[in-house]
């Protein structure tokens, strides 16, 4: 399987006419911090203005990893649900939902298993990596093999056209398409006319084995696209980037008082040993805190008081501080006025339109796959 990601990375998916839906998921990792809202979920509120999307929260996946304690599962996927709903997702105009609520992701991960190659799943980059990172979990399961191809399932599910995900999920969609276009040669649409002997030995050569759709008839399981996330450096309070595994991030929870405390131990330009000393803020992590949520006068103040050593880091952790306030507020405030109550409640809805939307799907797919139908027709 070539894991190439150029060809998965749409140039301008924006100025495609047939580009419609969207889909992406969450793992419930509990309250989410600027690093999650920075690198996915700012990006999602935005397209959710374009496209149909479906945004879910992946409460199997976390299963994978956390089978042995599963207990903060269920409240970890609501505090991902109330903090997606601060962040602006609008469950008026896109579809937000946990993956549990809707079976047929595990119905249609079941039959993509049995077309998909045990050496692909083995050869996805993170299932070694993550073994080796998570190595206090037993990670040799059949699920954890698996969770690649599950992503698979709630990607096609949807027929989506775009994935938005960051450069660490690209292999997944990668071999999405890969799992989409065996399935594809399998299990053609009905109506698809096999093309003759003649015509397949020319497209063998021109399209590397692939078999050619004719006109007319899409295939069921269209080829994902990655729209890949841009993620701008957003360091943690220690410096290093911003990860729930390092305990060194700011919740988008978390009060002024919280934030202001947590940047004032923050790391700075090593140069800047006094007051009197110059600086640079291309070295400093406060300084790449400024590049992501400082205006532009901010800005400018931040290079040039940090190089003249006209200013001291601890004004300058304060005008960082006042910037992820301001970007943190109407987020705080739209959480506000959520409960869990309320935010179970947009759950459910979704998990209707969504199981209506995979039910379209799964249909196809059985049928295509030659499963006795329930109903006499
Ligand atoms: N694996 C993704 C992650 O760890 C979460 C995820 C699950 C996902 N299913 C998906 C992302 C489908 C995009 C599309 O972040
Ligand atoms: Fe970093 Fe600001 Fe101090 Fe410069 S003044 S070293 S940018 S904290």
């Known amino acids: 399987m070539a894991l190439t990601t150029d060809s998965a990375i749409s140039s301008d998916p924006l100025r495609s006419t047939t580009a ?14 600027l690093g999650n809202y920075v690198g996915a979920l700012k990006n999602w509120v935005a397209l ?6 479906y945004f879910f929260i992946a409460d199997y996946h976390a299963l994978t990893t956390d089978y042995a304690d599963p207990r903060n599962v269920a409240q970890n996927t609501l505090e991902v649900a109330l903090d997606w709903l601060g962040a602006g997702l609008d469950p008026e105009i896109c579809t937000l939902f946990v993956q549990s609520h809707v079976p047929q992701h595990a119905e249609l991960h079941l039959l993509l298993s049995m077309i998909t190659p045990l050496s692909w ?51 997944h969609v990668e071999l999405t398409r890969e799992v989409a276009r065996r399935f594809n040669q399998f299990c053609p649409p009905p109506g698809y006319v096999p093309p003759t002997h003649a ?69 700075t330009d090593p140069a800047r040993v006094r007051r009197t000393d110059p600086g640079d803020p291309d070295k400093c992590p406060v300084g790449d805190l400024h590049k992501v949520f400082s205006s532009p006068e ?23 501080a006042d910037s992820i306030v301001r970007e943190l507020a109407p987020i705080q405030e739209r959480r506000a006025r959520y409960n869990e109550k309320s935010a179970q409640e947009v759950l459910r809805n979704g998990a209707v339109r969504a199981r209506k939307r995979a039910s379209k799907t799964m249909a196809e797919v059985n049928e295509a796959m030659h499963l006795l139908p329930e109903a006499v027709r």
């Open 199 to 267: 015509h397949l030995k020319e497209t063998l050569v021109a399209e590397g084995a692939q078999r050619e759709i004719p006109p007319g008839i899409q295939p069921i399981l269209p080829e994902p696209q990655v729209l890949l996330t841009p993620s701008p450096k957003l360091p943690g309070t220690d410096g290093r980037k911003m990860s729930k595994s390092y305990n060194n991030t700011i919740l988008l929870t978390d009060p002024e008082p919280v934030i202001r405390q947590k940047l004032k131990p923050m790391v």
């Open 121 to 171: 799943l083995e050869r996805v980059p993170t299932y070694k990596e993550q073994q080796e990172n998570l190595s206090g979990k037993d990670l040799s399961t059949y699920g954890f093999l698996g969770y690649p191809l599950l992503q698979s399932a709630d990607i096609l599910m949807y027929q989506a056209d775009f994935v938005p995900v960051g450069q660490d999920q690209v292999a």
């Open 48 to 53: 959710q203005k374009q496209y149909e999307c």
């Open 298 to 320: 901010t800005l400018t103040k931040v290079y040039e008081g940090c190089r003249g050593a006209g200013i001291g880091c601890i004004e300058c952790k304060g005008w960082a």
């Open 20 to 33: 419609r839906r969207v889909l992406s998921g969450m793992r419930p990792t509990g309250k989410l911090h």
